[in-house]
């Protein structure tokens, strides 16, 4: 399967999933962030920092993230696929000199033959990587985006926390029309960012 309108490029899933072991392998998150508040046309970024906890050789530590477009229902789309997010580079490291599918396929190594997931390979034991996808907003709302981790692509490899439940999790990110206006602080002389709206649904 290839990539849809936002994610994920054509690879060798044979390749990819070849030899992967059927076992648990326990992954901690040090870190999941994602801005709760953002604008439209604003880059920002969202991290997942991933530990392998056990003590085996993750063959290929993976993420795959969900939502990161919506559905159009307008009539006679040629591709109903809109994005929530606009994909700028993806994990892992950008090939030198650019591949001729730059133009298709948002920059980073970390693509995978799977719609919507990325892998960086694999992770030693108490090995750390970051996953680190740059983002742009198109959609203003309150969007939610999900997120989850594995030991490999073939399914046989799975990722769990040291509780033994799966490693996934989601974020709330609401999205403004504009960025919120910035102004003069009269006391320092800066320029300070103003504040962004409420987010619909919470509290004051």
Not at 94 to 123: D, F, H, I, R
Request: with cysteine; aromatic share 6%.
């Amino acid at each position: 399967m290839c990539a849809t309108l936002v994610v994920s490029g054509c690879g060798s899933g044979p390749e990819q999933t070849k030899g992967e072991p059927k076992a648990n392998f326990t992954i901690q998150v040090l870190r999941a962030s994602f801005p709760a508040k953002q604008s439209i046309a604003r880059t920002t970024a969202l991290v997942l920092t991933l530990r392998n906890a056990s003590a085996k050789t993750v063959p290929n530590i993976a993420v795959t993230l969900d939502s990161l477009q919506y559905t159009e229902n307008y009539p006679e789309l040629s591709v109903s696929k809109r994005p929530v997010w606009v994909v700028e580079r993806g994990p892992g490291a950008v090939a030198k000199p650019p591949v001729q599918t730059q133009e298709v396929a948002s920059p980073g190594g970390g693509e995978t033959a799977y719609v919507n997931t990325w892998a960086l390979g694999p992770l030693r034991p108490g090995g750390v990587e970051t996953f680190r996808w740059i983002v742009t907003p198109v959609k203003s709302g309150l969007h939610v985006v999900h997120y989850r981790v594995a030991a490999g692509l073939g399914g046989n490899a799975k990722a769990v926390l040291p509780s033994g439940a799966p490693v996934a999790g989601r974020f709330v990110s609401y999205i403004t029309p504009a960025p919120p206006p910035r102004h003069v602080n009269p006391n320092t002389g800066r320029v300070q960012p103003g504040e962004y709206p409420k987010v619909p649904g919470s509290a004051p």
